[in-house]
């Protein structure tokens, strides 16, 4: 599904991997594995627009012409902790990637985004960013990560979540409509503690085996 930059995946696979996540019984082990997973699925249609160039090339009968992505010119960045989870499903399809990294916690009563860590490459302007962050829930997080993002020069910013809810599409897309966002599943609703509903609990936790 896709309207108003907004792609929600509808693929079966997608679909299948994001409901053995949000089942409390997975472990941590394969939770961190569906991430892996579905982040992959998921890169195939954030780079559909790659420009590509031609290139020469021998094959074991004749020479060819055939097609290479355009420059080294992605920035994988997660939103930690729990964004670090994306980064190798998406890496490994696009292994000329840089990744940058942005810190952010919730604050646990105003929910909030901290900042406490920020290393991005130099060359950030002249790179399509990928940020990624499991869950899409106020969408603070997501909002302070792109004003970092823009503060240091990117240009290209598209946002990948795995789970997302009407509240932090809508509050992303009020200050940053031009940047696409890509969700696996769109969910319900935010509940009063600011997680996503149904979701999945806390992402970062759900990763790294934490409370
Ligand atoms: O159900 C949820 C909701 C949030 N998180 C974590 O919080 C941030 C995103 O929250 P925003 O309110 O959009 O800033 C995200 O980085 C998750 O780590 C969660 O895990 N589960
Ligand atoms: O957004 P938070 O506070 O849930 O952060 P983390 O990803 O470290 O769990
Ligand atoms: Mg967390």
Redesign the pocket.
């Given at each position: 599904m896709e309207q108003n930059n907004l792609t929600v995946f509808t693929h079966p696979l997608v679909k299948a991997k994001i409901t053995q996540m949000r089942d409390k019984n997975t472990t941590t082990k394969e939770f961190g594995e569906l991430v892996d997973e579905i982040s992959g699925l998921m890169c195939y249609e954030i780079t559909r627009d790659l420009e590509l160039e031609e290139i020469e090339i021998e094959t074991p009968i004749t020479k060819t012409v055939g097609y290479k992505v355009k420059g080294n010119d992605i920035a994988i960045v997660p939103?930690?902790?729990?964004?670090?989870g994306m980064v190798k499903g998406i890496h490994q399809l696009v292994p000329t990637a840089k990744i940058g990294h942005i810190?952010?916690?919730?604050?646990?009563d105003t929910l909030q985004?901290?900042e406490y860590l920020c290393k991005l490459p130099t060359d950030l302007p002249s790179r399509d960013v990928i940020l990624v962050?499991?869950?899409l829930?106020t969408g603070g997080?997501a909002i302070k990560a792109i004003e970092i993002l823009k503060e240091k020069g990117a240009t290209s910013i598209r946002l990948a979540c795995l789970v997302g809810c009407p509240e932090g599409v809508t509050a992303v897309q009020a200050v940053y409509p031009e940047v696409p966002i890509y969700l696996a599943a769109l969910d319900e609703k935010l509940n009063e503690n600011g997680y996503i509903v149904p979701g999945l609990g806390?992402?970062?936790?759900r990763?790294?085996g934490?409370k």
């Open positions: 939103i930690l902790r729990a964004g670090l810190g952010l916690y919730r604050d646990h985004p901290v962050d499991p869950m829930a997080s806390d992402a970062g936790d990763l790294y934490t």
